[in-house]
């Protein structure tokens, strides 16, 4: 073979990626193989069922192949499962499964070398952290449990603490956890000597806000680096952006701006609640998800002539300077109820999870405009009404 020829293949991306799908209602993780050059998403192997009862969040290890599934156990037991990924295929090899508190709804890694996973615990109030330097064998660290000594604004959601999420700081020093029963965003400071996380302090959001999810964005080089937090309010679909500094005793967050999730001075329908919130790779933007509107009437997917009701994905473009958001595009998630997406690392494809719909669908993502494009491919992914994903993430 020709050299320069060989170097071109061995250089030019491949068109078949690996994604993998958890299906709360439907007990499932699914492994689906992406051929965007086909236009093909194909499941890979049969469905797991070794990650529970109701499996919710992934997260990746990718240097070393390991895939943690969170089960929140509402029919069963909850639990983190451990996986083996074999990089070629992308099937599944089950490593150990760790019983845990009721409801592990997030969870990242932290540490030198990610040896350690921080958990957020919806109703069961707490934060907890796990040695995973073997993967074979998850030992618990420490639990954190809180309290409310009253219910919040709005008390049928906010009767206790409920974390939502768990986010590793740009630094890798510090651990966010939005807890939305609480209108807070708990802090917690990671020290990889004693390889543990403590407790260091909280931010107040908007009263009512229920802060779910949160994602940070580092904008400029050197004199010009700017740290900024968006935290996406599930109880009063908004955004609230925060300017972060850090100090000698941590970091400091300053209220930028709490504007609703298609931007100041617009409203959503009754029963919309926010879901996932993401910072593109390139850190120029924002992208939620916002389930329950059913705003967009977008093709079906079954060949035919006709529409289906889709909820959007919404991007706004990050002003470097001051962390300002502004609206780029509302566009189709794929389909009802996108409880989850993910973009890939080069940031040109979003995968989302449609709960209500049975689907996952990637979507083409333009690197310059940050407007998403046409479908690349999809997938049915659940059996039955509502079983369908609530999470995909790409292995990469």
Known sequence: MNKLLLQFLLLAPASAQIIFATSYNNNALTTLNLDAAKGTLSKVGAERKDCGSEPTWLTL????????????????????????????????????????????????????????LAVAYYDTSSF????????????????????????????????????????????GKYVLVPDLGSDLLRLFKVDNSAASASAAGVVKTPAGAGPRHAAFAVTGRGADRKTFLYSFNELSNSITGYSVAYKESGPEFTQL???????????????????E???????????????????????????????????????FSINASTGALTLVQVASAGGRNPRGFSLNKRGDLVVSALQDDNRVVVIQRDLKTGKLGKVVASATVGAGANNGPNYALFYE
């Open 61 to 116: 290890d990718r240097a070393n192949n390991v895939l943690y599934c969170l089960n929140e156990g509402w029919g069963g037991s909850a639990s983190i499962t451990s996986y083996k990924v074999t990089p070629a295929s992308g099937s599944l090899e089950t490593l150990d499964v760790q019983p845990v508190l009721k409801s592990p709804v997030s969870a990242t890694l932290f540490g030198t070398n990610s040896t350690r």
């Open 128 to 171: 907890g952290t796990f040695n995973v330097a073997n993967p074979k064998d998850i030992v618990l660290l420490d639990t954190k449990t809180y309290t409310l000594s009253a219910p919040g604004p709005v008390p049928e959601r906010q009767d206790a603490p409920h974390l939502h999420d768990a986010v590793l700081d740009p630094t």
């Open 257 to 275: 701006f709490d504007v609703p999730s298609h931007g100041p001075g617009t409203s959503v329908p009754a029963g919309t609640k926010a879901a």
């Open 277 to 315: 919130i993401e910072v593109s790779p390139d850190q120029r933007f924002v992208i939620i998800s916002s389930r329950g509107e059913n705003s967009l009437d977008i093709p079906a997917f079954d060949g035919s002539n006709s529409t289906v009701k889709s909820d959007p994905l919404i991007s």
